[in-house]
């Protein structure tokens, strides 16, 4: 599994150690500012933990889990637990109060480290989701999924016959669904990437059958799409 680190020279030296010591860990990269964390992630896909300092200068740690939605599971350091009930709101994996010990890191790894092992899993062996509709659940084969749209409090599937919505949120959705088949490229829209025919400056079309759909790609996803399919240019 692999892992970065963003904190501060000392913390980043003994979490460093620590992800030495762990024999599921690799360590790809330690930085000291999130924006060097997302120029990271936009190189390097398979990123699958962030180790996150909340004493990094200038950055409010919970906005940037917020604003940037293609983050991999988070580890937060701090050295205060006043914290801790807050970050778990925003689905982090664990919290850790300063001075970390290896038992209380090896403890969070292995939290982080189920979770990737079932999401590895379910990505390989799962084509397809069941949905509730009405009283009823529904196979929806993900193929078959054009894109998923943001509702407030609930999500929107889109298939070529129907549209399904659930109560649901577009993170938990994103993490659920294999970054193979689907790609999120604006706050408020995943797309399947084989549905996508043309790439424009601001937006893009979806074709399926003999329709055409376009969509919007936000500012801070455009990168990250660009570095995610298959270009050939010159």
């Not at 692999?2 to 620590?18: H, V, Y």
């Not at 801790?84 to 970390?100: E, G, H, I, Q, R």
């Not at 092992?117 to 509709?133: A, D, G």
């Not at 706050?187 to 079309?205: A, C, H, P």
């Amino acid at each position: 599994m692999n892992c970065i680190i963003c904190a501060n020279k000392e913390t980043s030296k003994i979490l460093a150690k620590f992800v030495q010591d762990y024999s599921y860990l690799k360590l790809a990269g330690t930085f000291s500012k999130p924006d060097q964390v997302m120029g990271q992630l936009l190189k390097e896909e398979d990123i699958d933990l962030l180790f996150i300092d909340m004493e990094i200068p200038d950055i409010n740690v919970f906005d940037f889990i917020n604003t940037h939605t293609f983050l991999p599971n988070i580890i937060i350091i701090s050295s205060t637990d006043k914290y801790a009930l807050k970050a778990f709101d925003f689905n982090v994996v664990d919290y850790l109060v300063k001075p970390v010990t290896y038992s209380r890191f090896h403890k969070a790894v292995d939290k982080s480290l189920k979770y990737y092992s079932h999401k590895k899993s379910t990505n390989i062996v799962s084509n397809e989701i069941f949905i509730k509709k009405g009283s009823t659940l529904v196979k929806l084969k993900l193929n078959d999924i054009i894109y998923i749209e943001a509702l407030e409090n609930y999500i929107t599937l889109h298939t070529p016959d129907e549209k399904y919505t659930i109560h649901f949120t577009m993170k938990a959705i994103q993490h659920d669904l294999p970054s193979s088949i689907f790609i999120r490229v604006h706050r408020s829209f995943i797309v399947n990437r084989n549905m996508i025919q043309t790439i424009k400056e601001g937006s893009l079309d979806l074709v399926f059958g003999s329709e055409i759909k376009n969509l919007p790609i936000g500012k801070s996803f455009r990168d990250y799409l660009l570095t995610n399919i298959n270009t050939m240019t010159r």
